[in-house]
């Protein structure tokens, strides 16, 4: 951008100075008038060159940010998906052990009641 700024400057000091020159004592000869027209339409056809690789610069990176700001988002859902699906798991994990722990828990329990019947005096005649 500062290219083109430069450029600009430099057409709009060659402007200045034709201008300085017609209305100055001294006229341009045809072959200056010329070469001066020459000069300010090839730094406008520069500035017009320069303007259209600019735009396409930054058409580019926009596209450019727009895929990367979209993989993010995917990679990110992906991401909360991958979460999701390990607290599910997790949580059905916690579920069988403690349904593990309370027929352990009813197993003790019956065998503690067995334990008690067996040991228990029988009843005198």
Do not use: C
Request: no cysteine; charged share 25%; aromatic share 4%.
């Amino acid at each position: 951008m500062r290219f083109i700024q430069r450029v600009a400057v430099a057409a709009l000091t060659a402007g200045i100075a034709a201008t300085t020159a017609v209305n100055g004592a001294e006229l341009l000869s045809p072959a200056e008038e010329d070469a001066t027209a020459i000069l300010n339409k090839k730094i406008a056809d520069d500035i017009g060159t320069l303007d259209a690789s600019e735009k396409a610069k930054q058409e580019s990176y926009e596209q450019q940010v727009k895929q990367q700001q979209a993989q993010y988002e995917q990679q990110k859902a992906e991401h909360a998906r991958q979460v999701e699906e390990q607290k599910v798991a997790y949580q059905r994990q916690l579920d069988e052990q403690k349904a593990a722990h309370q027929r352990e828990l009813e197993q003790y329990d019956q065998q503690w009641k067995n334990a008690a019947i067996n040991q228990a005096p029988s009843p005198a005649p």
